[in-house]
C-alpha cells in the first residue's frame, strides 16, 4: 500500500478534528439561536458587499489562470478558462490541497484544448506561484502598515520586528521582478522547465494576486460588526494568517482550522459575532462556488460524452 496516498488526507481530517475540539471549548455557551441573530443582524448593504467581494475574489483568481496562459503562450477562450478556474478554485478550496487537486481539474479541463502534459503542469506552477507571491506581498504590507498583528497571535512581544519582517518578506519579491528584468535562464525542476515570466506578465502578477486576497478578506471584514471591529487591514491580516494555516494543514475548506484561527486573531470582538462572518464567508467563498461548479463540471462532462459519441 502507497502510505504516501493517503499522507495528506490523513493530516487534513487530523487537523479538522483538532481544530473543532478547540473551537467547541472556545464557543462553549453559544448557541445557534446567537449564531442565527448575529447573521440577522448583518444588515443587507453589508450582505451584499460580501457578495460583490467574492465575486471579484473569483474574477481575480480566474486572472491566475490568463497570467500563466500567457505566459506559456497558449490561447484559450476567455469564457473556458474563466469557468475552468472557477471550478478549479471552488473544487479544490473545498476539497483542501489545492495544488494537486486543483492540478487534476485543470489537466482534465486543458487538454481538451490542446495544451501538453507539461503545459498544464506549467500552468499549474506559475498559478501556484502567483498565489505564494501575492501572499508574501500581502502579507509584508499589512505587516508595515499593522505593526501589532504579530501580537495577536503571540506573547512574545514582536511589535517592533512587523516592521522589519514586512521589509525582510518584501525581498523575495523584488528579487522575482528583478530575475524576470534580467531574464535569467530558466529555472529546472526535473524534467520540467520554467522561465521568468515577462515584466508585464509579472506586472499582471502583481496587481490581480493581491487582488483577490483583498477581496477574499473584504467577504468577512463586511459580515462583522462595527462593535470592536479593529478595521480591514488587521482583518485583512487574520485572514491571510488563518487561510494560510488551513491551507497548509491540507483540511477540506480549512474546516475549524480557519475559525480557531480567526478567533484567536479578533480576541476583542464577540465570539459570536465572528463565526457569523465566517460562516458568510463560507457561504459565498465556498458553498455558493461549489454548487455552482458541480453544474459546470456536469456540463462539461456531458459535453464531453456527446463529443466522443459523435
Same mark, same amino acid.
Given at each position: !500500500?502507497?502510505?504516501?496516498?493517503?499522507?495528506?488526507?490523513?493530516?487534513?481530517?487530523?487537523?479538522?478534528?483538532?481544530?473543532?475540539?478547540?473551537?467547541?471549548?472556545?464557543?462553549?455557551?453559544?448557541?445557534?439561536?446567537?449564531?442565527?441573530?448575529?447573521? !440577522?443582524?448583518?444588515?443587507?448593504?453589508?450582505?451584499?458587499?460580501?457578495?460583490?467581494?467574492?465575486?471579484?475574489?473569483?474574477?481575480?483568481?480566474?486572472?491566475?489562470?490568463?497570467?500563466?496562459?500567457?505566459?506559456?503562450?497558449?490561447?484559450?477562450?476567455?469564457?473556458?478558462?474563466?469557468?475552468?478556474?472557477?471550478?478549479?478554485?471552488?473544487?479544490?478550496?473545498?476539497?483542501?490541497?489545492?495544488?494537486?487537486?486543483?492540478?487534476?481539474?485543470?489537466?482534465?479541463?486543458?487538454?481538451?484544448?490542446?495544451?501538453?502534459?507539461?503545459?498544464?503542469?506549467?500552468?499549474?506552477?506559475?498559478?501556484?506561484?502567483?498565489?505564494?507571491?501575492?501572499?508574501?506581498?500581502?502579507?509584508?504590507?499589512? @505587516?508595515?502598515?499593522?505593526?501589532?498583528? @504579530?501580537?495577536?497571535?503571540?506573547?512574545?512581544?514582536?511589535?517592533?520586528?512587523?516592521?522589519?519582517?514586512?521589509? %525582510?518578506?518584501?525581498?523575495?519579491?523584488?528579487?522575482?521582478?528583478?530575475?524576470?528584468?534580467?531574464?535569467?535562464?530558466?529555472?529546472?525542476?526535473?524534467?520540467?522547465?520554467?522561465?521568468?515570466?515577462?515584466?508585464?506578465?509579472?506586472?499582471?502578477?502583481?496587481?490581480?494576486?493581491?487582488?483577490?486576497?483583498?477581496?477574499?478578506?473584504?467577504?468577512?471584514?463586511?459580515?462583522?460588526?462595527?462593535?470592536?471591529?479593529?478595521?480591514? @487591514?488587521?482583518?485583512?491580516?487574520?485572514?491571510?494568517?488563518?487561510?494560510?494555516?488551513?491551507?497548509?494543514?491540507?483540511?477540506?475548506?480549512?474546516?475549524?482550522?480557519?475559525?480557531?484561527?480567526?478567533?484567536?486573531?479578533?480576541?476583542?470582538?464577540?465570539?459570536?459575532?465572528?463565526?457569523?462572518?465566517?460562516?458568510?464567508?463560507?457561504?459565498?467563498?465556498?458553498?455558493?462556488? %461549489?454548487?455552482?461548479?458541480?453544474?459546470?463540471?456536469?456540463?462539461?462532462?456531458?459535453?464531453?460524452?456527446?463529443?466522443?459519441?459523435?
Amino acid at each position: !500500500m502507497n502510505w504516501k496516498r493517503y499522507f495528506w488526507p490523513a493530516v487534513g481530517l487530523a487537523a479538522v478534528a483538532f481544530s473543532i475540539w478547540i473551537l467547541l471549548h472556545e464557543l462553549r455557551g453559544i448557541s445557534l439561536d446567537d449564531v442565527w441573530d448575529s447573521l !440577522m443582524a448583518i444588515s443587507s448593504t453589508h450582505w451584499a458587499l460580501s457578495a460583490l467581494s467574492a465575486v471579484v475574489a473569483y474574477a481575480a483568481l480566474a486572472g491566475y489562470d490568463h497570467i500563466a496562459l500567457l505566459h506559456i503562450g497558449k490561447r484559450v477562450s476567455w469564457l473556458f478558462v474563466t469557468l475552468c478556474s472557477f471550478t478549479t478554485y471552488a473544487l479544490s478550496h473545498n476539497i483542501g490541497g489545492s495544488v494537486f487537486s486543483g492540478a487534476v481539474i485543470r489537466y482534465r479541463a486543458y487538454v481538451t484544448k490542446g495544451l501538453s502534459g507539461q503545459e498544464v503542469g506549467v500552468l499549474v506552477a506559475v498559478c501556484w506561484f502567483t498565489f505564494v507571491l501575492s501572499t508574501i506581498t500581502v502579507g509584508a504590507i499589512v @505587516l508595515i502598515l499593522v505593526p501589532g498583528l @504579530l501580537d495577536r497571535f503571540s506573547d512574545l512581544g514582536l511589535r517592533e520586528f512587523s516592521g522589519l519582517t514586512g521589509m %525582510l518578506l518584501l525581498v523575495p519579491v523584488i528579487a522575482y521582478v528583478f530575475c524576470s528584468w534580467l531574464n535569467l535562464r530558466p529555472l529546472r525542476i526535473g524534467s520540467l522547465q520554467i522561465h521568468y515570466p515577462r515584466l508585464p506578465i509579472v506586472a499582471r502578477q502583481l496587481i490581480i494576486g493581491p487582488l483577490e486576497l483583498f477581496a477574499a478578506g473584504a467577504i468577512i471584514y463586511f459580515a462583522l460588526p462595527e462593535a470592536g471591529n479593529p478595521g480591514y @487591514l488587521v482583518v485583512l491580516g487574520v485572514f491571510l494568517v488563518s487561510f494560510s494555516v488551513a491551507q497548509i494543514s491540507h483540511a477540506p475548506g480549512g474546516l475549524g482550522v480557519l475559525e480557531v484561527v480567526f478567533l484567536m486573531g479578533l480576541p476583542d470582538m464577540e465570539a459570536v459575532d465572528v463565526l457569523a462572518a465566517l460562516l458568510v464567508f463560507r457561504l459565498f467563498y465556498l458553498i455558493v462556488p %461549489l454548487i455552482i461548479s458541480l453544474g459546470v463540471v456536469l456540463l462539461f462532462e456531458r459535453a464531453q460524452l456527446r463529443r466522443n459519441d459523435n
